[in-house]
T-cell receptor
């Protein structure tokens, strides 16, 4: 069974731009969660989608948004990028909600 | 955001020794716990999980212990190998939180050959 895939793996953007990251979950998994990982704050939960609905949301500003498609693939978008948004963005999938399996992440650098 | 992500504690062990990595979790209502291993440049890899109705669970070379009284979780790795060198995270989840995992700060395990 193929694992969680994330594209692109690396991104460089400038302040003020927007970015869209993509996540394809493990086949059959309906839950997709997104996390931000930085050296200073560690791993922080962004949001979770289940059957195309946002089921849970972390404490991030509204510039961070996401969606899930009918095939369970998910995208997250960050608008008006700030330097502090530089991070590794991780996507995790699970059949229901527990036992989450992570993808390799997208490394976003904001200049 | 909700996380404790500060200076990373480090555990250094000799190859072949047993390793014990500790974690204090935050929410007494948490009922599901996971240990992840993260190698440089990769996403976290699932190691083992445990539910709150258990005190101990064993996997291949790994054992997780849960002490709900003091909100403490530990991961024991038997016969530690150089390939076990990585950062280890504990994560907690509780009923009605869906897929929201709250992660600990992580511990860096270094295995000397």
């Amino acid at each position: 069974k193929a694992g969680v895939t994330q594209t692109p793996r690396y991104l460089i953007k400038t302040r003020g731009q927007q970015v869209t990251l993509s996540c394809s979950p493990i086949s059959g998994h309906r839950s997709v969660s997104w996390y931000q990982q930085t050296p200073g704050q560690g791993l922080q939960f962004l949001f979770e989608y289940f059957s195309e609905t946002q089921r849970n949301k972390g404490n991030f500003p509204g510039r961070f948004s996401g969606r899930q498609f009918s095939n369970s693939r998910s995208e997250m978008n960050v608008s008006t990028l700030e330097l502090g948004d530089s991070a590794l963005y991780l996507c995790a999938s699970s059949f229901y909600s527990n036992e989450q399996f992570f993808g390799p992440g997208t490394r976003l650098t904001v200049l | 955001g909700e996380s404790v992500g500060l200076h990373l504690p480090t555990l250094s062990v000799q190859e072949g020794d047993n390793s014990i990595i500790n974690c204090a979790y935050s929410n007494s209502a948490s009922d599901y716990f996971i240990w992840y291993k993260q190698e440089s440049g990769k996403g976290p890899q699932f190691i083992i999980d445990i539910r709150s109705n258990m005190d101990k669970r064993q996997g291949q070379r790994v054992t997780v212990l849960l002490n709900k009284t003091v909100k403490h979780l530990s991961l024991q790795i038997a016969a530690t190998q150089p390939g076990d060198s990585a950062v280890y995270f504990c994560a907690e989840n509780w009923y009605n939180q869906g897929g929201k995992l709250i992660f600990g700060q992580g511990t860096e395990l270094s295995v000397k050959p």
